[in-house]
Structures are given as structure tokens and as C-alpha cells.
């Protein structure tokens, strides 16, 4: 198949997903496939050949790709783009993901896992990965996802909060403290905090600031971090998490050996069952498919507390979603296979 794998983006994960990307687009050129890797931001600004050769391009433009500790600089990639539009979409996107049988989204965060890509891809008659626009936007927005599925799973007690600057120590006279700080709308746990008291409370709405001002303030729940993988439908074996140093953080997430990471997880049978069982309802209730990843915190007495789901999940080589289908006995090339027979059943009914 012609797969045209697109990364990148413009989001404050898109290392992440250039990593994930990468990695994608190996898997499928090594099961045969004509795979490319395509930034969708800054788009085919250095490809000098013919559209009608890119998919015969050796290397598939790969590369290699890390996730670095710090959030990328998104000025300095704009800078990067010739083409000065104010589209997402670079230089010949949409047009070479038009001549693919399918596009792999390998994207993060809000510029591609909010339903908007996917949306546009639909209007234009292009078949992609994962779930659809709709469940897309609804998963990525976590007051929504919360108010949809809290009568049906366990979730923390939260409140939705947009706010400037002028308005944070007001904030905290109305806010107890331990809490969990979150942007709205972000992934890969990009601005999240969590508050012990007012001086990290302030803190924490402070840096929110620059991701748009609106937060979700969780109650803190103590316990273990379980994520569960799901795969057309069904659940994957739990991982449990286990930072080294603070909580699952972006810098945990995705820097080899920061956290200890264990699949299955060795959690009582009756605790897999319920994560499972959470993990399988959030993914009907929203209307997902093909594949998701959700959060969890586990409590003593067993009681999953369901944090938020993940439409795109990670495919770096730290990730979790390969790790727990590994340990059904399906390597990283089945996984991505999986993903696009699945997809393109979704979106084709083939």
C-alpha cells in the first residue's frame, strides 16, 4: 500500500509525534509497504522530485528523531516555513495524502488528535487512522470527555476554570489544595501540575497561562498508574507506571529508563478486569475506534479512577500502547498493520 505516515505538526508535541512517526514509517517499509514520512506542517518544502516519484523516495524521508526534555520551540519552527501561510497543511500535504491508499496519523495534541485533520480528511475523501473527527474533538476536550462519561466510570471530582492573570489570586482562595492542574486540551502532560499548596497553585495556573488559560482542577487521588491500551474494541493487558523521580510527567514520558514501566501489571485479577472494563466503556461512550489509550489511577481498595483517554496514542520507543501489545505476543509491525487493516475497515469497509 502507498501510506503517506504524517507527523509533526504544529502542537507542543510535535517531537513526540516525529518520533512516533519515524518509528511508523520503518515498521511499514519493512512489512513492504510505500511508506513516507511527511511533516504536515512544514510540509515537501526540500522534496525536489516529482510528486508522482515520492513514494519511491529510498529512505522514505526517515530520519531519526528524539524526544527532547524540553517542549519544542513552535516559533522557531514556523520560522523554519518558507510558505508563510496560515494553513497547518505545508507545501503539497494534502495533495501527496490524496494519492495514498490510507494516511497514518502519527500526530499529537491539538494540531491532530482534536478532530480537526480528521474532519478536513473526511470533506476530501482521504482515508486515515484512528478514530473519527467527532470522537476525536470530544476525547481531546477533558471537561467534555468527563461530563459524557462520568455517569458510567469512576472519575475524579473536578471543575472547569478559565481565567487571566488578574484573576489567579482570587483562584486561590476558592481552590483546595492538593489538586491537579491541566490544560484543557493537551497531551503528553504538557503544563500539568500538581498543587500541594497555594504557592504551587499559583504556579501551576501561572504556566497554564501560556496553553490558553482554561484548566481542568481534578481532585488529587492517590494510588497506582495503570494505562490500559485498547485495540479495535478491546482491551489490551495493563501497564502499570512507576516514575523514578516526581510524577508521569513530559520528561518521564518519554526519556528512556525515567520511570519503570510493567506489563501486565501486577495488579489482583479483579482490579485488571475493572481497568479493563472502564477502558472498553469511555471508548463506546465516545464513539472511538481502531485504537486509544486511557488513564487511570488505581486507589488501595481497587477502585479505578478514570483520568482521560488518548485517541492517538504515543508510538515512540518509549511508548505504551506497543509495550501492552507486545505482551499479547504482537511485535511493533503487527501493531501498525493492525492499526491500518482496522482503519481502513473503518473508513473504507474493506
Excluded at 482515508?127 to 470527555?145: E, H, N, R
Excluded at 500539568?192 to 490558553?212: E, P
Excluded at 512507576?242 to 518521564?252: L, R, V
Aim: contains cysteine; glycine residues 8%; aromatic residues 8%.
Amino acid at each position: 500500500m502507498r501510506i503517506v505516515v504524517l507527523a509533526g505538526g504544529l502542537s507542543m508535541e510535535r517531537n513526540v509525534s516525529l518520533s512516533s512517526g519515524n518509528k511508523i514509517c520503518r515498521a511499514l517499509r519493512s512489512l513492504g509497504h510505500e511508506a513516507i514520512l511527511v511533516d504536515m506542517f512544514l510540509g515537501l518544502e526540500q522534496y525536489t522530485g516529482s510528486l508522482e516519484d515520492i513514494f519511491a523516495v529510498e529512505d522514505g524521508f526517515c530520519g531519526e528523531f528524539s524526544v527532547e526534555e524540553k517542549e519544542p520551540d513552535l516559533d522557531a519552527v514556523r520560522a523554519r516555513r518558507a510558505d508563510k501561510s496560515r494553513s497547518v497543511f505545508g507545501k503539497d500535504v494534502l495533495a501527496v495524502c490524496a494519492m495514498a491508499d490510507v494516511v497514518f496519523l502519527a500526530l499529537h495534541g491539538t494540531c491532530g488528535e482534536d478532530g480537526r485533520v480528521q474532519a478536513a480528511f473526511d470533506l476530501l475523501g482521504i482515508p486515515y487512522t484512528g478514530a473519527g473527527y467527532l470522537s476525536s474533538a470530544i476525547a481531546m476536550d477533558k471537561d467534555l470527555t468527563k461530563r459524557l462519561v462520568a455517569p458510567f466510570v469512576t472519575t475524579p471530582q473536578w471543575r472547569t476554570v478559565s481565567y487571566t492573570a488578574e484573576e489567579i489570586e482570587t483562584l486561590l482562595g476558592e481552590i483546595a489544595t492538593p489538586c491537579v492542574v491541566k490544560p484543557i486540551a493537551s497531551g503528553s502532560s504538557i503544563g500539568v501540575s500538581i498543587a500541594h499548596d497555594a504557592q504551587q497553585l499559583r504556579s501551576a495556573l501561572t504556566l497554564c497561562l501560556k496553553y490558553g488559560g482554561k484548566v481542568i482542577l481534578e481532585q488529587y487521588i492517590t494510588g497506582r498508574e495503570i494505562q490500559v491500551g485498547i485495540l479495535a474494541g478491546k482491551a489490551l493487558p495493563s501497564i502499570e507506571i512507576i516514575p523514578k523521580k516526581g510524577f508521569y510527567d513530559y520528561a518521564n514520558k518519554y526519556q528512556v529508563g525515567a520511570a519503570e514501566e510493567i506489563c501486565p501489571s501486577p495488579i489482583p485479577a479483579e482490579w485488571e478486569e475493572r481497568v479493563r472494563s472502564a477502558t472498553e466503556t469511555v471508548y463506546r461512550m465516545l464513539g472511538l475506534s481502531v485504537y486509544a489509550r486511557a488513564d487511570f489511577v488505581v486507589t488501595q481498595d481497587g477502585t479505578p479512577y478514570f483520568l482521560e483517554i488518548n485517541t492517538l496514542p504515543g508510538m515512540t520507543p518509549t511508548s505504551l500502547v506497543p509495550q501492552e501489545a507486545a505482551a499479547v505476543g504482537m511485535s511493533y509491525e503487527e501493531l501498525c498493520q493492525t492499526i491500518v487493516n482496522e482503519s481502513v475497515k473503518e473508513r473504507c469497509g474493506i
